[in-house]
């Protein structure tokens, strides 16, 4: 009878201890031998498992970032490099040179739709017009530029503007690929400043700026 | 009839002279239209204090420039630096080469401009820091009364239990006096006392140690089931972050910052290019605060850290070379034999963050929300439909099932995700 009682009470203890998580809710771990990935991970703490090299080493490995930025000199597979400087003058030069190479479908525009909603309309609300929910909460100023048909901007301008930014406006390069970049354009063109849809593109001219 | 004449002239007169005097009415504009103008064309780039945006701050600039500049600038800044004049080529140079743009505002518009600036109202120019000073209070500890309610509940039980006891051992010792009773047994230590209950009460005892057994293996099988799940895990994060306010409040799209989830098969934590996207303008001066997990901080300081890690200069607008990577603390944590990729369930799958990670619109401090175990996976395979509407690989595939298949897969009208293959080890395991 005591043995019986001696063993309930320390099952009792064994699961309150086992039971308890840390500070921030974190689970206790048993052999956690392939959980934790040998390769570099993204955003994951990597190094050797201190047990076999040392707390001092590990520590020293878990602090090097692991994302990283690509090699100097190398370019990701499929991207093509912008040729127009973050000046004035490559802003003119994209605005002359620059043109649409996707075709203009309604597919493309719902697909830029999707994008807008996404990257643009906490700034340039749903209509375009500037009044987004940045600048209804009084967190952002007024967005000047007002999407309509008597706008007089160039599509090529419109792509230089997401790739550097303008003005209060951030570069938008590291969030959009090139391609989504022209399909914002051509929803913005097509839905509010009331550009026609037009498929007889000239695809060749110039396939290069994108991807 | 000439009498008719000249009174009908006159009234022609009159009212043309009134006519005039609303349209000179009209035309004087005041620093209340001139406010709205200014929020309308000029603010997305400058301030009416001497804090530089795009453009420079304006404050004092009537008294720097003369009128008649300013409206040339102001119509079209380009056509004033190619006519060579020296200050307007000085201002190009100063800030950046940035070119303003010529803006299509009235003479009359542009002087009411002016006038706000000059004379912005009382009320924007002195700073909100007093009514939002005092919400800094403590915040009440409801974790730490609790304790100590409960420690004092339980002390005053065993003070309580120790006192009848000692009033029943000698109560019962009077009565043997007395009485002469050699069958009245007197419990002289705390043992005692207990072997005596628990001899005379056999079968509650029993039933309580079966009770302490059932719960205790209970608990050890829970304990054992939450070997590495570690669900509600909310770490502190190194830059106090509110998605509350940002994806919430402010209704930025999960995707803005977690660009790459829609593309490969991490979420991605954004690079802090994408904060400087609106926190070079808010740099959170002014006295602002902000609530974040039940209390209230000021702002300045968490955007500073973006600064500091950037090696960015708030006056200069200038980034230094020696920028630092933030430590953000990884909350989902996938074992590294189970393989997950974001761009399938996001983009084929047109599967909502909040389906995994819960309302992390609502969360100050991100925790995690579902388990991420197996079973939970399995489960919502088994349960969600296919985004298969629209999709023409799919209206091929169902096209050509065989009569058979079609009964047994499309019968619900619900393809499943375990029906196309979705509870196949490999794949998630490989």
């Known amino acids: 009878m005591k043995q019986i009682i001696k063993i309930a009470l320390g099952v009792f203890i064994l699961a309150s201890a086992t039971g308890c998580k840390d500070k921030d809710g974190l689970a206790p771990e048993y052999m956690p031998d392939m959980y934790r990935s040998p390769a570099i991970e993204t955003y994951v703490d990597y190094g050797m498992d201190p047990y076999y090299v040392g707390e001092a080493i590990a520590e020293q490995q878990r602090n090097r970032p692991s994302a990283r930025k690509p090699v100097e000199g190398t370019i990701p597979r499929g991207y093509m490099p912008y040729p127009y400087p973050n000046t004035f003058e490559g802003y003119q030069l994209a605005g002359e040179q620059l043109k649409n190479p996707l075709p203009k479908t309604e597919e493309n525009v719902k697909k830029g739709k999707e994008l807008f909603g996404m990257f643009c309309v906490h700034c340039h609300g749903k209509d375009g017009q500037g009044q987004g929910s940045l600048v209804e909460n009084g967190k952002f100023p007024p967005i000047p530029t007002k999407f309509n048909e008597n706008l007089d901007l160039p599509e090529g301008k419109m792509f230089h503007t997401i790739t550097y930014g303008k003005g209060l406006m951030g570069s938008h390069a590291s969030q959009l690929t090139q391609e989504e970049r022209w399909l914002l354009v051509m929803y913005i063109r097509n839905q509010f400043m009331k550009e026609p849809l037009n498929n007889n593109v000239n695809i060749e001219a110039d396939t290069n700026a994108v991807h | ?430």
């Open chain 2, 1 to 430: 009839m000439s009498v008719k004449r000249l009174s009908a002239t006159s009234l022609y007169k009159a009212l043309l002279l009134v006519l005039i005097s609303i349209f000179s009415f009209s035309g004087k504009l005041n620093a209340q239209d001139g406010e709205k103008l200014f929020k309308a064309n000029c603010a997305a780039c400058h301030t009416i204090t001497d804090k530089k945006l795009v453009g420079p701050g304006l404050q004092g600039i009537n008294d720097k420039r003369e009128k008649e500049w300013l409206h040339k600038w102001i119509k079209n800044s380009q056509e004033l630096i190619a006519s060579g004049d020296a200050d307007a080529i000085a201002v190009f140079e100063e800030n950046g080469k940035v070119v303003m743009p010529p803006q299509p505002l009235s003479d009359a518009e542009i002087d009411a401009v002016l006038d706000y600036i000059a004379n912005p109202p009382a009320d924007q120019a002195p700073k909100q820091e007093a009514s939002e000073e005092g919400t800094t209070a403590a915040q009440p500890q409801g974790e730490d009364n609790s304790f100590l309610i409960l420690g004092i509940i339980i002390v005053v039980l065993i003070i309580l239990v120790g006192l009848l006891r000692s009033t029943q051992v000698s109560l019962a010792k009077v009565v043997k006096e007395k009485t002469g009773d050699e069958e009245i047994v007197i419990n002289e230590t705390w043992g005692d006392s207990i072997r005596g209950l628990v001899s005379k009460n056999k079968g509650w005892v029993a039933l309580f140690i079966a009770i302490m057994v059932i719960l205790g293996a209970k608990d050890v099988w829970d304990a054992l089931l939450s070997i590495g799940v570690h669900e509600g895990y909310k770490p502190e994060q190194p830059i106090k972050f509110s998605h509350k306010i940002h994806a919430g409040l402010d209704k930025i799209d999960c995707n803005y910052c977690h660009s790459s989830a829609r593309h490969s098969k991490t979420s991605g934590i954004p690079s802090l290019n994408v904060c400087m996207n609106c926190h070079k303008f808010i740099d959170g001066t002014d006295g602002k605060t902000f609530e974040y997990n039940g209390k209230t901080y000021p702002m300045p300081e968490e955007i500073e850290k973006i600064y500091k890690h950037l090696d960015y200069n708030k006056e200069t607008g200038k980034y230094g070379d020696n920028p630092t990577p933030v430590k953000w603390v990884k909350v989902h944590n996938l074992p590294d034999h189970a393989y997950f990729n974001h761009s399938q369930h996001v983009v084929a799958g047109k599967q909502k963050c909040q389906k995994c990670h819960g309302p992390v619109e609502e969360m100050d401090v991100v925790y995690q929300h579902a388990p991420l175990t197996m079973g939970w996976c399995i489960n919502c395979h088994r349960e969600t439909a296919v985004a298969d509407k629209g999709n023409g690989y799919y209206e091929e595939f169902h096209a050509r099932l065989t009569d058979e298949l079609k009964e047994k897969y499309l019968k619900d009208g619900k393809l499943t995700v375990d029906e196309i293959g979705g509870l196949e080890c490999a794949k998630c395991h490989y």
